[in-house]
């Protein structure tokens, strides 16, 4: 708990930075005032306090300009992930979702002035910061991101997983569509299936962290929502579904290689099964989606073999094999019980 004096300096400090956000400043004092908040928001009774007073919308609404500009971006962004990474539950309004779908497409720049690289080590200090704070409570937090991966992007994707988790807004799903994140999600998906077919195990290991949150992106945003399971489906002639089967074939081929390391195996493993959840959820009651599925070359007999030899052999002293098992089992459920075709191929 705050003491009073402390609560008094933590609110002087948050109505500030936000007058300062949403005034007319320039650029530049809006981004100084970002990374404030971003180095601020690495105490949790500093976060509790921007909830505590409603203050979350404000914040947000108050970096609408920064898609604008690199190094405001990138303390946005900051500021957005750090919010969202308490496992509370946070309304995310049609604005709000806004700002979050222009990060999302700002990947980190392939030249940087010098002003933005000083930028991007300012805020890689900040979260070293925040992961040693964390680790000195006792508190162990996941966080995948390495240094020269820290982009706008790969902050709002952590954040939209996080937001996702902790919300079953529908509003937010539709907002989703709207906005066109799953259409960037979809995209991201299937450039990253394209390059792992080729890459090598250190670099395949890393493409498949963003695989992952597009995966949980998708899962929770076709979970009992027609809308975006048939935009789904349908998306650029069925990409995603195309991206599932290259995804599988490329688990079937690199996971019993003897040249693939273990770490690379179980990564691979982890994202077949969480392809297994959206797949489970787009194909559930939809005649159109099953057909789609069973028709791709050899995609029923690797969802058997999935369970029957992958799971076995690969995962079975791990929980994780009996999800991928229960799923894949439930995902070829759904493809024959709507799919004539799918059971002759099945009993064939």
Request: glycine share 2%; net charge neutral.
């Given at each position: 708990?705050?003491?009073?004096?402390?609560?008094?300096?933590?609110?002087?400090?948050?109505?500030?930075?936000?007058?300062?956000?949403?005034?007319?400043?320039?650029?530049?004092?809006?981004?100084?005032?970002?990374?404030?908040?971003?180095?601020?928001?690495?105490?949790?009774?500093?976060?509790?306090?921007?909830?505590?007073?409603?203050?979350?919308?404000?914040?947000?609404?108050?970096?609408?300009?920064?898609?604008?500009?690199?190094?405001?971006?990138?303390?946005?962004?900051?500021?957005?992930?750090?919010?969202?990474?308490?496992?509370?539950?946070?309304?995310?309004?049609?604005?709000?979702?806004?700002?979050?779908?222009?990060?999302?497409?700002?990947?980190?720049?392939?030249?940087?002035?010098?002003?933005?690289?000083?930028?991007?080590?300012?805020?890689?200090?900040?979260?070293?910061?925040?992961?040693?704070?964390?680790?000195?409570?006792?508190?162990?937090?996941?966080?995948?991101?390495?240094?020269?991966?820290?982009?706008?992007?790969?902050?709002?994707?952590?954040?939209?997983?996080?937001?996702?988790?902790?919300?079953?807004?529908?509003?937010?799903?539709?907002?989703?569509?709207?906005?066109?994140?799953?259409q960037w999600v979809?995209?991201?998906?299937?450039?990253?299936?394209?390059?792992?077919?080729?890459?090598?195990?250190?670099?395949?290991?890393?493409?498949?962290?963003?695989?992952?949150?597009?995966?949980?992106?998708?899962?929770?945003?076709?979970?009992?929502?027609?809308?975006?399971?048939?935009?789904?489906?349908?998306?650029?002639?069925?990409?995603?579904?195309?991206?599932?089967?290259?995804?599988?074939?490329?688990?079937?081929?690199?996971?019993?290689?003897?040249?693939?390391?273990?770490?690379?195996?179980?990564?691979?493993?982890?994202?077949?099964?969480?392809?297994?959840?959206?797949?489970?959820?787009?194909?559930?009651?939809?005649?159109?989606c099953s057909t789609?599925?069973?028709?791709?070359?050899?995609?029923?007999?690797?969802?058997i073999s999935t369970?029957?030899?992958?799971?076995?052999?690969?995962?079975?002293?791990?929980?994780?094999?009996?999800?991928?098992?229960?799923?894949?089992?439930?995902?070829?459920?759904?493809?024959?019980?709507?799919?004539?075709?799918?059971?002759?191929?099945?009993?064939?």
């Amino acid at each position: 708990m705050l003491e009073s004096g402390e609560h008094d300096d933590f609110k002087d400090d948050l109505t500030y930075m936000l007058t300062s956000l949403k005034g007319d400043g320039s650029t530049n004092i809006k981004c100084l005032s970002a990374t404030s908040l971003a180095r601020k928001c690495i105490n949790p009774q500093f976060r509790h306090l921007i909830r505590s007073e409603k203050e979350v919308t404000a914040l947000f609404h108050s970096l609408a300009e920064s898609p604008s500009d690199e190094s405001f971006a990138l303390a946005a962004s900051s500021v957005i992930y750090l919010i969202c990474r308490d496992s509370v539950s946070i309304l995310m309004d049609t604005p709000s979702a806004r700002i979050l779908a222009q990060l999302l497409k700002l990947e980190r720049p392939v030249t940087m002035s010098e002003s933005v690289e000083k930028q991007y080590k300012t805020i890689w200090a900040i979260f070293s910061s925040y992961l040693e704070r964390m680790e000195s409570t006792g508190r162990k937090i996941s966080f995948d991101l390495v240094e020269d991966e820290l982009s706008p992007s790969s902050l709002i994707l952590e954040a939209l997983v996080f937001v996702l988790t902790n919300s079953r807004d529908a509003d937010l799903k539709n907002d989703l569509l709207s906005l066109g994140i799953l259409q960037w999600v979809v995209a991201r998906v299937d450039r990253i299936v394209d390059e792992l077919a080729s890459e090598k195990a250190e670099k395949a290991e890393r493409l498949l962290i963003p695989l992952e949150r597009c995966f949980r992106v998708l899962e929770i945003c076709s979970m009992y929502h027609k809308k975006n399971q048939s935009f789904l489906i349908a998306h650029r002639s069925s990409a995603i579904i195309l991206a599932a089967n290259k995804l599988m074939g490329v688990v079937h081929s690199r996971v019993p290689s003897p040249y693939t390391p273990l770490s690379l195996k179980k990564a691979l493993m982890r994202s077949l099964t969480l392809l297994a959840r959206v797949l489970t959820n787009l194909s559930y009651d939809n005649e159109l989606c099953s057909t789609k599925l069973g028709q791709l070359p050899g995609f029923l007999s690797s969802c058997i073999s999935t369970f029957t030899f992958l799971a076995p052999k690969y995962l079975s002293d791990d929980t994780q094999g009996f999800d991928l098992t229960l799923l894949m089992s439930s995902l070829v459920v759904n493809l024959v019980e709507k799919c004539n075709g799918n059971r002759k191929k099945i009993v064939d």
